[in-house]
Nanobody, 125 residues
Framework: QVQLVESGGTLVQAGGSLRLSCVAS????????MGWFRQVPGKERMFVAA????????????LYDDSVKGRFTVSRDSAKNTLYLLMNSLKPEDTAVYYC??????????????WGQGTQVTVSS
């Protein structure tokens, strides 16, 4: 199995930047796809971005939701078993609990096996 721990969420002003981290552990953590979702109260968990595991594709495959494309950058450091989400030009609409996911490849919550506890990002204006 894979265990995930997110960190980095905080209060930030609109237009600012923030970097979230997700540390993965487990026997297969270095060979599993990982991604980010976000959720606000009363709404379903929504896809943000995802990146494939090493050697799954030659150059790696990255997906972004249209709402964050051009502003957010997802990356991973395989040696550190860490997934990152660099968020630039933040908007109040980005306010949500951000969750790290692993063990899947989907824009839907149901397509992933493992989840972190979430980290709150609040964007003020």
């Amino acid at each position: 199995q894979v265990q995930l721990v997110e960190s980095g969420g905080t209060l930030v002003q609109a237009g600012g930047s923030l970097r979230l981290s997700c540390v993965a552990s487990g026997r297969t953590s270095s060979r599993v796809n990982m991604g980010w979702f976000r959720q606000v109260p009363g709404k379903e968990r929504m896809f943000v971005a995802a990146v494939t595991a090493p050697d799954t594709w030659s150059d790696g495959k990255i997906l972004y939701d249209d709402s964050v494309k051009g502003r957010f950058t997802v990356s991973r450091d395989s040696a550190k078993n860490t997934l990152y989400l660099l968020m630039n030009s933040l908007k109040p609409e980005d306010t949500a609990v951000y969750y790290c996911a692993a063990g899947g490849w989907s824009t839907f919550e149901s397509g992933w096996t493992y989840w972190g506890q979430g980290t709150q990002v609040t964007v003020s204006s």
